[in-house]
């Protein structure tokens, strides 16, 4: 089936059958949807230009690009930036750049990202723009925010989350006291310097500290939180999953399907690693055509566990995201 005729025969099936297509238990997760082509990858996060193409960028070197045009089939370009900024070298001594997030606002490409050695809370957050969203049309503007060695947080895996009353924030963090958030100035992509709070989202306060990777969005009068918990990046060793809580304000508190406070190990499960598909995680959510995609990596069991591009659906019709 194509990836036309597939939307147009979910978009025509009635929500009571549509129930009955989406997995009811960690048993029965989703595998990834069909893509091909350049498909390997590491925290991906991925946008649709007014032309239709879908630009996604991913952990590695300056940014590591791919397209798409039909969301199935994707090629590899070259990086976001073909000169690194030279602030990088601060944090990494690769160096080289994690985790970006890309958002459309103002008539401009907006790309949060974060520069770290691997383990170290020695990190920082940085913003670039472009006109275009294409690799190489990048402009870094700066550092955003920082994290060092005596801190109890750590600046990467940044999100931008705009809420309906026009006010900016920035979701952010990776294990230590867990995912936190500072409001961001619309004007600048920087912290609004009239709030310099950082509030705290999600924390895993006895035994592992693995959670990271946020990403916000709002649906149904909910705001939901999903995060990567556990271990990343050991291939068929990894137990990355995704979680999920949701909350009535953007601050929080979030709390999961069981009312569990994310700030004490809550999280419902969204993904979980089943079969040959390891350790799924560092995902963002895109709204498209069809509905919301969660966009993740995995680690893939029939082939050395190299990470993977993973593209789902996801149905709200309970309340709460459930990928199919």
């Known amino acids: ?9 979910l978009l025509a099936v009635p929500a009571a059958v549509l129930l009955a297509l989406v997995p009811s238990s960690a048993s029965a997760y989703p595998n990834p949807g069909t893509v091909t082509g350049s498909t390997v990858v590491h925290d991906p996060t991925m946008i649709r230009s007014s032309s239709g193409q879908y630009l996604l960028y991913a952990t590695g070197g300056g940014l590591a690009s791919k397209t798409s045009t039909d969301r199935i089939a994707f090629t590899a370009g070259s990086d976001a930036f073909t000169t690194r900024p030279s602030w990088w070298s601060n944090y990494s001594s690769v160096p080289e750049a994690w985790a970006p997030d890309i958002s459309y606002h103002g008539g401009k490409y907006l790309m949060y990202y974060s520069v770290s050695k691997f383990g170290s809370n020695t990190s920082a957050i940085g913003l670039a723009g472009s006109t275009t969203g294409r690799p190489g049309s990048w402009t870094d503007y700066g550092i955003v925010y920082t994290s060092s060695s005596s801190s109890d947080y750590n600046a990467i895996d940044p999100n931008l989350f705009v809420d309906d009353n026009g006010t900016w924030w920035l979701s952010f963090g990776s294990w230590w006291t867990g995912i936190k958030m500072i409001q961001i100035n619309p004007s600048t992509g920087k912290q609004l310097s009239s709030n310099t ?25 909910y705001y939901y939180l999903f995060a990567s918990y556990d271990v990343c990046c050991s291939g068929t060793s990894s ?22 406070a994310m700030m004490n190990n809550g ?21 498209d055509v069809d509905g919301d995609l969660i966009v993740y990596h995995y680690y893939d069991g029939n082939d050395n566990g190299t990470p993977k591009l993973g593209i789902n659906l996801l149905n709200w019709s309970s309340g709460w995201p459930v990928a199919y």
């Open 197 to 221: 709070t950082r509030y705290s989202l999600a924390s895993r306060p006895t035994g592992t500290k693995a959670v990271e990777a946020p990403y916000i969005v709002k649906r149904n009068g």
């Open 1 to 9: 089936m194509s990836r036309t005729s597939r939307r147009t025969t």
């Open 239 to 260: 137990t990355y999953k995704v979680k999920v809580g949701r909350a009535t304000s953007v601050t929080g508190p979030y709390y999961d399907k069981n009312g569990v």
């Open 267 to 287: 999280g419902t499960p969204v993904l979980e690693s089943h079969g040959s598909i390891i350790g799924p995680g560092g995902q963002s959510i895109m709204n």
